[in-house]
C-alpha cells in the first residue's frame, strides 16, 4: 500500500481544481451564509442588549435596590431601615390628568426627590444635565407637550396644581425599569402629588424608594431578605440591578431563545442542501476522482483532496455569514432604539460569533461526510460507472456523522439559556429528519409497489420515484422541510395577528376613570348622564393588596416563606388589584361553589380565579390571607371562577365579599361607554375639571398602542422566521438542481427513444406533483405542529391560526416548487444526446 500524500500535496491538488467562484459548491455557500448568519446577528444583537441590561443595572433601576409599595408611603421606620445601606432617593409613580384651558391628556406622573437620579445623569431635549425639579416646575415628555399643545415655559394643571413646563426630558436613566405607560411622563417635585390631591387615602399610586450601596461588595438578594424579615407584612415588591428590568428581561430572553431556533433550524434545513450540494459537487467530479485513482492516489488521499475542497468552501461561506451577522446587527439594534438598551453602532461579540462559525462547521461536517466518504473506496471503474451503478454508503461516514451531531448537541445545551428548549428542538429536529427519511423510503417502495397505470407517461414518473439512484430521498427531505418552513412562518405570523385581533378587541370602553372618591360616586354619575345621557357606566371597588398566605386554614402557606413561587400563580408577586362584589362580575362564570348572598354578613369570604387556584392547589374551605396598607385580612375560600379575559372590562383575581374589605381606605374604578359617534373631548375636559385628583385613560391610545407591540412582535418573528424559509428556498432549488444533473443521461435516453419535449415536461411534473401533493400533507401538520409549540409554549400566546392563509401559502410554495421544477426541465431538452452520452 502506498503512503497517503502530504496535506500540504492534498491542498495543492485540491486548490488547482478547485474554481474560484467555488461553481458547484455554491449551495454550500449560500446554506451556510444563511445559518451561520442568522445566528451570528442572532447572538451578537441578545448578547449587545443582554451585556447592556447587566452592565447598566444600577443606572437603569436608578439604584442597587429598589422597594415599591402601593397606596401608602413608607413610614420612617422603613426609611430609617433602608437608610441603614446607603443614600435612598424616594417618590410616587401613579397614573394623572394633565390638562390646560383646552386641552387634556393622560400621564405618567413620576414624582423624585432631590437625591433623584442615585444613578446615571438625566438631561434635557437640549442637552442640559439636570436634577429633580423645583417648587412648580416639571419636566415634561415630548408627547406631553405635543398632546397639550403647549411650549416650555407655559403653565398647565394636574390635580389641584398649577405647574410650569419647565423643560422637555432628554434622558431618562431609568425610563426602562418604569415599565409600560398609559401616558406620557412628567416629572415633579416630590411633594406635588400631595399639594395636587392625588395621594389621598385609597387613591392608587405607588411609591418606590431606591437605595444605593454603602458597600458595593453587597448582595442586593442579602439585603432583600433582611428588610423582609424586619418588615414582613409590610407587602413591598423588590427589584435590584441585577434584574433591573424584568420585562425587557424576559423579552429579550424569550426572543432571543425564539431566533436562536429559528437560526437551528435555518442550519438543519440548510445542512440538508450542504449534503445535496456536496453530493452533486463529488457526483460531477467523478472523472476526476477516477482518474486520481487511476494515477495511484489511496481512498485516503481522495478524501483528503475533497474535505480540503469542501471544507475551504464551508468555512468560506461560515466567515461570510458572520460578517454579514455583524454588518447587519446596526440596523436591528437601530431598530429596537429606545425599547431595549442597545448600542445602534456595530457590535462586536466574539463569543456568539464563534458559537454561530462552530454551528456551521459541526452541520457542514454532518452533512458532507457521507458523501464524501462514500467516493473515497470505490474503484475507478464504479466512479465511472456511477450514473448507472449508484455508489454504496460507507459505513464509517456514521462515525463522523455521530461525532458532529455530538458536538451540535452539547454546543447548543452549553450555550442556550434554557437548555432542554434547544435540547428538545434539536431532538425534535432529528425525529423530523429521521421520519422524513423513512417517508422517502415508503414512497420509494409505494410507488414500487402500486399497480402500473397505462398512462406511459405517469408509469415512467412513478418509476422514477423508486428506481436504481432515485433522487427521492433528497427530495422527499428537502420538499418535506421546505414546505414546513412555508406552513411555520404562515402559522405563527397568522396566529400572532389573531391573538392581536382577540386580545385587543375593537370595541372597548371609551374611558376608564380612576380614583373616583367613593363620596361622590352620584354627582360623577350625574355629570356623565348631563353630557351623555345614553352613556354605560360601570363603577367598582378598586384596592391594592398583597396575598400573604393561603391554604387550609389549620395550616396556610406563607408566601414570603416559599423558596420558588409555583408556574403560573404569577398573583403570589407583589400587589395586586383587589375589589369586593356583592354579584357575580360581568364576564365570569362559576365554575365550582356558590355566590354569597347580597347582604353577606357571615364570614369573609373570597372567590378565586379557577386557573390560579389550580397552579396553588387551593380548595373550596381554604383561606386566603392579604395585606393592605399593612393590615391583615383573611377570607375563606367560597368558590371559582373562570374569567374572559379578552373583554376589556374589569378582570380581578380575588373578588371579595363586601364585610371582607370594605373598610380599607378606597376609591372607586369606572368604565365609561360612550354612544356611536359621540365627542369624547367636552366630557374628557369635564371630568378633569369636576374631579381634578381622578385619572382618565383614553382606551383607544392604549389599544393603538398595544396593537402596535404586538405587530412590532408580529414582524420581528416574520423577518426571523423568514431566514428558515430563504434555507429552506436555497435547499429546494439545489435539491431539484441536483436531480436534474441526474436526470441528463434520462432524458437525452428518452429523447433518443422518440419521446417528445412536451412528453418530458409532463412526465417531470407528475413526479414532482406526486411528491409535492404527498409532502404537502406532512408539511401541513409538521409546520403547524412547530408553530403551536412557538405561540402557545415559547410566546405563551393563544392558538388562533388563519387555517385560509395558511392553505394559500403552502398552495403558493406547492406553486413554487412545480415552476422551479418545470424550469429546471428545460435545459434538459436542450442537451445534444451525442454530447451527453459521450460525457458518461
Keep these: 500500500m502506498n503512503a497517503p500524500i502530504s496535506w500540504s500535496t492534498a491542498w495543492r491538488i485540491a486548490r488547482r481544481d478547485l474554481n474560484g467562484r467555488f461553481r458547484g459548491l455554491r449551495l454550500l455557500l449560500v446554506c451556510l451564509f444563511l445559518g451561520t448568519g442568522a ?161 389621598e387615602p385609597g387613591a392608587l399610586y405607588e411609591s418606590k424608594y431606591r437605595i444605593a450601596f454603602d458597600n458595593s461588595a453587597r448582595d442586593p438578594g442579602d439585603v432583600e431578605e433582611e428588610i423582609e424579615e424586619r418588615f414582613p407584612n409590610s407587602g413591598f415588591d423588590y427589584r435590584s440591578r441585577d434584574r433591573a428590568s424584568p420585562g425587557a428581561d424576559r423579552f429579550v430572553s424569550r426572543m432571543g431563545e425564539f431566533l436562536t431556533l429559528v437560526g437551528l433550524a435555518a442550519l438543519v434545513i440548510a445542512g440538508i442542501g450542504i449534503g445535496g450540494g456536496v453530493s452533486s459537487y463529488l457526483e460531477a467530479r467523478r472523472s476526476s476522482i477516477a482518474t486520481l485513482k487511476v494515477l495511484g492516489a489511496s481512498s485516503r488521499d481522495i478524501a483528503r483532496i475533497y474535505a480540503l475542497q469542501i471544507g475551504s468552501a464551508a468555512l468560506v461561506g461560515s466567515l461570510m455569514g ?30 456568539a460569533l464563534l458559537v454561530a462559525g462552530a454551528y456551521g462547521l459541526l452541520v457542514a461536517t454532518v452533512f458532507a461526510a457521507t458523501p464524501i466518504l462514500r467516493a473515497r473506496r470505490f474503484p475507478p471503474m464504479a466512479l465511472m460507472r456511477a450514473r448507472i451503478v449508484p455508489l454504496s454508503r460507507d459505513a464509517r461516514a456514521l462515525g463522523w456523522v455521530l461525532g458532529g451531531l455530538i458536538g451540535i448537541v452539547l454546543l447548543a445545551l452549553l450555550t442556550a439559556n434554557q437548555p432542554l428548549l434547544s435540547g428538545g428542538f434539536l431532538l ?79 370595541e372597548a370602553p371609551d374611558y376608564f376613570v380612576l380614583d373616583i372618591p367613593r363620596d361622590k360616586s352620584a354627582e360623577f354619575d350625574a355629570l356623565i348622564a348631563a353630557d351623555q345621557p345614553e352613556a354605560v357606566i360601570r363603577k367598582v371597588p378598586a384596592l391594592r393588596g398583597a396575598i400573604l398566605a393561603y391554604g387550609p386554614a389549620d395550616a396556610p402557606i406563607r408566601v414570603a416563606e416559599l423558596e420558588e413561587i409555583p408556574d403560573g400563580a404569577w398573583p403570589l408577586r407583589g400587589e395586586r388589584g383587589l375589589t369586593y362584589s356583592s354579584t357575580l362580575p360581568i364576564g365570569n362564570s362559576l ?64 373578588v371579595f365579599s363586601e364585610n371582607a374589605i370594605a373598610d380599607a381606605p378606597h376609591n372607586l374604578t369606572a368604565t365609561i361607554d360612550l354612544p356611536p359617534g359621540a365627542p369624547t373631548g ?21 389599544l393603538a398602542e398595544a396593537r402596535t407591540i404586538l405587530s412590532q412582535v ?74 403551536w409549540l412557538v405561540i402557545t409554549q415559547l410566546f405563551e400566546f393563544d392558538w388562533l391560526p388563519n387555517w385560509g392563509e395558511i392553505l394559500a401559502v403552502l398552495g403558493g410554495g406547492l406553486a413554487f416548487v412545480l415552476i422551479f421544477a418545470l424550469a429546471g426541465s428545460i435545459p434538459l431538452l436542450r442537451a445534444k444526446p451525442a454530447q451527453a452520452l459521450r460525457a458518461l
Design 39 to 199: 445566528l451570528a446577528a442572532i447572538g451578537t444583537l441578545t448578547g449587545a442588549i443582554e451585556q447592556e441590561l447587566e452592565g447598566r443595572g444600577q443606572e437603569l433601576l436608578g439604584g442597587d435596590l429598589e422597594v415599591e409599595i402601593w397606596q401608602r408611603d413608607l413610614s420612617e421606620a422603613e426609611k430609617a431601615a433602608l437608610s441603614e445601606y446607603g443614600e435612598i432617593s424616594g417618590g410616587t409613580r401613579l397614573q394623572a390628568m394633565a390638562s390646560t384651558a383646552d386641552n387634556a391628556a393622560p400621564v405618567e406622573l413620576k414624582a423624585i426627590d432631590n437625591k433623584w437620579p442615585l444613578y446615571g445623569k438625566f438631561t434635557l431635549e437640549d442637552g442640559t444635565e439636570a436634577g429633580a425639579p423645583t417648587g412648580n416646575d416639571a419636566w415634561l415628555a415630548q408627547g406631553a407637550m405635543d398632546r397639550l399643545d403647549i411650549k416650555v415655559g407655559d403653565s398647565f394643571t394636574i390635580g389641584t396644581a398649577t405647574l410650569r413646563a419647565a423643560g422637555i426630558i432628554g434622558t431618562e436613566p431609568d425610563r426602562l425599569s418604569e415599565g409600560f405607560q398609559l401616558g406620557p411622563t412628567i416629572l415633579v417635585a416630590v411633594d406635588i402629588p400631595q399639594k395636587a390631591g392625588l395621594v
Design 428 to 506: 425534535g429536529a432529528a425525529v423530523v429528519l429521521g421520519l422524513l427519511a423513512l417517508l422517502g423510503v415508503g414512497i420509494r417502495k409505494l410507488a414500487g409497489a402500486v399497480k402500473r397505470p397505462k398512462n406511459p407517461l405517469i408509469r415512467n414518473a412513478l418509476a422514477n420515484l423508486h428506481r436504481p439512484g432515485a433522487s427521492t430521498g433528497a427530495l422527499v427531505t428537502a420538499l418535506g422541510f421546505g414546505l414546513s418552513a412555508f406552513v411555520l412562518l404562515a402559522a405563527i405570523q397568522s396566529s400572532i395577528n389573531g391573538n392581536i385581533d382577540s386580545r385587543v378587541p375593537n
Design 714 to 787: 408580529g414582524l420581528a418573528t416574520f423577518a426571523a422566521a423568514s431566514v428558515a424559509v430563504l434555507a429552506g428556498l436555497a435547499v429546494l432549488i439545489g435539491a431539484i438542481a441536483a436531480a436534474r444533473a441526474s436526470r441528463t443521461y434520462d432524458t437525452v435516453v428518452m429523447r433518443v427513444l422518440g419521446a417528445s419535449r412536451r412528453q418530458v415536461l409532463i412526465m417531470q411534473l407528475a413526479e414532482y406533483g406526486i411528491l409535492a401533493l404527498t409532502l404537502a400533507i406532512v408539511a401541513l401538520g409538521l409546520g403547524s405542529g412547530l408553530a
Design 322 to 351: 458572520l460578517a454579514a451577522g455583524v454588518l447587519v446587527t446596526p440596523a436591528l439594534a437601530a431598530a429596537l432604539d429606545g425599547l431595549l438598551p442597545v448600542e445602534t453602532g456595530f457590535v462586536f461579540e466574539p463569543v
Design 682 to 702: 367636552p366630557l374628557l375636559r369635564q371630568m378633569v375639571q369636576n374631579f381634578p385628583s381622578s385619572s382618565v385613560i383614553e382606551i383607544g391610545q392604549v
Design 591 to 654: 365554575t365550582e361553589g356558590e355566590w354569597w348572598a347580597e347582604n353577606h354578613t357571615g364570614d369573609p369570604l373570597v372567590s378565586v380565579d379557577e386557573e390560579f387556584a389550580a397552579a396553588i392547589d387551593l380548595k373550596i374551605g381554604d383561606t386566603i390571607t392579604i395585606g393592605i396598607l399593612g393590615v391583615e385580612k383573611t377570607a375563606t375560600v367560597a368558590n371559582f371562577r373562570r374569567i374572559d379575559w379578552e373583554n376589556m372590562g374589569f378582570n380581578f383575581v380575588l
